[in-house]
């Protein structure tokens, strides 16, 4: 029989704490959990510094640059409406 904070526990209980106790130990190697001691490790993409954009405009030729990317060319039409969505996501930012 095990013994814990001076109790002791029935075999059913000592195998659903064995079970806890595995379960604990299995998410601490996997960075959760209380055991867990350290973050995981991050890709090589998120170990990169992100750069800081300090004005609106250097975010917006960002967002543009990275839509233009994925979609082709913009139009002005797209440019002022990614511009109108980014004024409202960053009212502050001048």
């Known amino acids: 029989m095990l013994v814990a904070d001076e ?3 029935s075999p059913a209980k000592a195998k659903i704490e064995a079970a806890k106790r595995a379960q604990s130990e299995k998410l601490a190697k996997r960075g ?13 993409a ?10 609106f405009a250097e975010l917006l030729a960002a967002s543009v640059e990275q839509r233009e ?5 913009l139009s002005e039409n797209e ?6 969505k980014l004024r409202a996501a960053y009212p502050g930012l001048e």
Do not use: D, H, M, N
Not at 32 to 44: I, N
């Open 69 to 73: 990317t994925l979609t082709g060319r």
């Open 32 to 44: 959760y959990g209380e055991l867990a001691t350290a973050p995981p490790a991050q890709s090589s």
């Open 7 to 9: 109790t002791t526990l």
């Open 46 to 55: 998120a170990a990169k510094p992100k750069e800081v954009t300090k004005t």
């Open 79 to 84: 440019i002022q409406l990614l511009e109108k």
